[in-house]
């Protein structure tokens, strides 16, 4: 299996996925090691001191002002876990979680954060023996970090609460440790503090939306091309020279996808062959790389604000270099939570441009000689009539999770967190809005392969023939009288989903980007 080996300068964006979905092995590495040795010394020798420093010998937040005895500390970490583990609502995917832990020991194991070597291994340990505390959906402001679901991880380490365990049963903590031979953490002096301040949860669930839409906005450049090719349009506005003359990146990369896939196609140029010939496409098919790109430039903005997250040690306070031991305002989560928004709004523009192409095939007035709804008998049969009610429905959702959640504030902790980001949830919207995203394609894609195979005696691209042919053998069946169309879709999401549609795309084309 595939080990993450953990240092102290943060980590990628391949290994928090190999961690989060592909279970990969975390390791600490000798150089981690003595860096949280190093950093537990300072704050060993600062706790036997007599004056207060935050997180170390005084409450927490509001409470910041009591100076705590030290035999009351170990109390006073378990007590901030166990009070601070109050989330609700339905569970939160296991992929959430183990990305959540796993950048939290990232961060852990900078040494910025005075957590000892035992209680970093004991964070590996539980991931590596499949072990995920169960973290509910409500809970965190996206500011002090991610605290109620990094709680519940924490509530874990400690051998409270519940989770599951590798077989994906709940069962207390105390028995899915035992089991594996793990025990339980008791945390000392800044401990606890130092395993709820980051905002983990919201940057895992970046970084693995980052993945799924790169391969969606690949795959929305296919499905653009399939549906251009089904209305007969022109291929000639995704000429490279029209989009080097503006330059945005994102742009030129869709128009050269899409032009690969149309190569060598025989239904492309015949717009002005008709007895009313178009002079241009709508702008839904020709305008498609100009949205799409907009969407990849939005990603590579999102990917930069990921990477240096993940270059960061975010806690409050942390340990420097020097010895200091600082309070800061680092876990503030706006950096992530504007990204995350954003992604989202890209997105819902996307599946409205993808809807837009699907409704004008199933058009007659506007499909350019399609049956009406591509129906085998019109009238009789109605086609894929509902499949874009489905799709607008999509659509319709998409706008409303594109309402940023950063936007929005609700001061908590007496006044003394007077401003949150709410970047955990937009994060958990995004979510949502990239499921959708995936289905809207994937109603195009079925609406395109069927548009095309209905335009008898034209030969369509070779790429777009093996999309064809690739779409069938997933289960989605072709053009024929009406039927129960929902496992036709649901089987046309999963092969979009799984990326298996670029995939024979590209066996024609090489990669695309």
């Known amino acids: 299996m595939h080990t993450v080996v953990v240092g102290t300068s943060g980590t990628t964006p391949e290994d928090v996925i190999a961690v989060a979905r592909g279970n990969a092995r975390v390791q600490l590495s000798p150089e981690a090691l003595d860096a949280l040795a190093r950093s537990r010394e300072i704050v060993d020798s600062l706790a036997a001191k007599p004056e207060p420093v935050y997180g170390v010998s005084t409450g927490f937040g509001a409470l910041a002002s009591r100076h705590i005895s030290p035999e009351l500390r170990a109390q006073l970490q378990r007590n901030i876990v166990r009070s601070h583990a109050a989330g609700m609502g339905p569970r939160v995917e296991r992929e959430v979680v183990r ?66 365990g590798p077989d994906g049963v709940v069962r207390p903590a105390c028995e899915l440790l035992a089991e594996a031979g793990i025990e339980p953490v008791e945390l000392r002096e800044k401990e606890g503090l130092a395993l709820l301040n980051g905002t983990d949860g919201m940057l895992g669930m970046l970084i693995m939306a980052l993945a799924d839409l790169r391969r969606l906005y690949t795959s929305a450049d296919i499905t653009a091309a399939l549906t251009l090719e089904a209305l007969l349009g022109t291929e000639k506005v995704l000429a490279p020279e029209l989009h080097a003359i503006r330059p945005h990146p994102g742009q030129g990369d869709a128009a050269a996808n899409m032009a690969a896939v149309l190569k060598g196609s025989g239904l492309t140029g015949h717009y002005q062959e008709e007895s009313a010939p178009r002079v241009q496409d709508a702008y839904s098919v020709r305008c498609a790389p100009q949205v799409a790109g907009a969407g990849r430039d939005t990603l590579a903005h999102a990917a930069l604000v990921a ?35 954003f992604l989202a709004i890209a997105a819902a ?18 499909s350019h000689g399609l049956p009406p709804f591509l129906a085998d008998d019109a009238g009789v049969d109605s086609g ?9 429905a999509l659509v319709s959702e998409m706008k409303r999770l594109a309402v940023p959640a ?20 937009a994060a958990r919207k995004l979510r949502t809005a990239v499921d959708n995203l995936t289905r809207i394609i994937a109603i195009e894609l079925y609406a395109a392969t069927r548009a095309i195979e209905l335009r008898h005696g034209l030969t369509a691209a070779p790429a777009s023939l093996a999309a064809i042919a690739a779409t069938r053998a997933a289960g989605v069946e072709g053009p ?23 995939e024979a795309v590209e066996g024609v084309t090489g990669p695309l980007a």
């Open 384 to 392: 894929l009539m509902i499949a874009q009610y489905t799709q607008a």
């Open 99 to 164: 990305a959540l832990m796993f950048l939290r020991l990232k961060t852990v194991a900078s040494g910025h954060t005075g957590v000892r070597p035992s209680v970093a291994q004991t964070m590996a340990d539980v991931l590596n023996a499949g072990i995920t505390p169960v973290v509910h959906e409500y809970g965190s402001l996206g500011c002090s970090g991610d605290l109620a679901p990094l709680s519940h991880c924490a509530l874990t380490l400690m051998g409270e609460g519940d989770a599951e």
């Open 307 to 341: 990477s240096r997250e993940l270059a960061s040690a975010v806690d409050n306070p942390v340990v420097l270099p020097d010895g200091r031991v600082e309070s800061n305002g680092n876990f503030h989560g706006a950096p992530v939570a504007y990204a995350l928004d």
């Open 406 to 425: 950063s936007a929005d504030s609700i001061p908590s902790s007496a006044m003394q967190e007077d401003h949150v980001s709410m970047g955990w949830s």
């Open 480 to 502: 024929g009288p009406d039927r129960f169309l929902a496992p036709d879709l649901a089987a046309a999401d999963a092969f979009v989903r799984s990326g298996g549609l670029v």
């Open 349 to 366: 523009d996307l599946g409205s441009i993808a809807e837009r192409r699907t409704d004008r095939l199933l058009d007659k007035n506007r």
